[in-house]
């Protein structure tokens, strides 16, 4: 074998800043790249009346809704990717799980595998997503300004060339946990 296919490329990881909507009745986020483009739009209705939320890119087309159980103590979830004719597509499911202090989330997909979702402190402004080998896929950071809060997200182990399914499927995940 020779020394050439055993060099990888080296993966970059993708940095993207969840910003909400200040002066909304309903949860509005945009998500934005590290440069500061649009790159994504999040609505979503109030989760107490068993809620949807719509992860959408910048032109409006539905690539995500996720639908929230009603009548359940905990957060249950169901996530469905949407194609260019409207169809929803069942893709996972996402279960808070109870803790005392701290947020918890697993991530049932039988298309992208199972996650752990939590807060790394008892104030919730950091929290991370863990694959379930532990392998961890994205790390979120809250920032408080003076004139907004700013969510930075970090996807891991990515690169220009992966699929852009699977980063709107790990955004709609931390925007569910960010607003719960």
Known sequence: MSSENLIQKPMKNTNYEIHPKIMSLTHRYTIKE?????????????????????????????????????FSYLNK??????????????I??????????????????????NYIMKSL???GDS?????????????ILTKLSSI????????FGSDNDMNEEYHTFILALIVIF???
């Open 34 to 70: 590290k440069n500061g483009s649009r790159k994504y739009k999040v609505q979503s209705d109030p989760f107490l009346l068993g809620g949807t939320t719509i992860l959408k890119d910048i032109n409006g087309r539905c690539l995500w809704k996720i639908r929230k159980s009603r």
């Open 178 to 180: 960010i607003r719960s």
């Open 77 to 90: 979830l169901k996530i469905a990717s949407v194609d260019t004719n409207g169809t929803e597509h069942p």
């Open 92 to 113: 996972a499911t996402m279960q808070e799980k109870f803790k005392f202090i701290t947020k918890n989330f697993a991530i049932n997909s039988t298309t992208y595998g």
């Open 127 to 139: 929290f991370a997503l863990w694959e379930e080998d532990g392998t961890m896929v994205a790390i």
């Open 148 to 155: 907004a809060i700013v969510h930075k997200v970090e996807v």
């Open 121 to 123: 402190n008892a104030s």
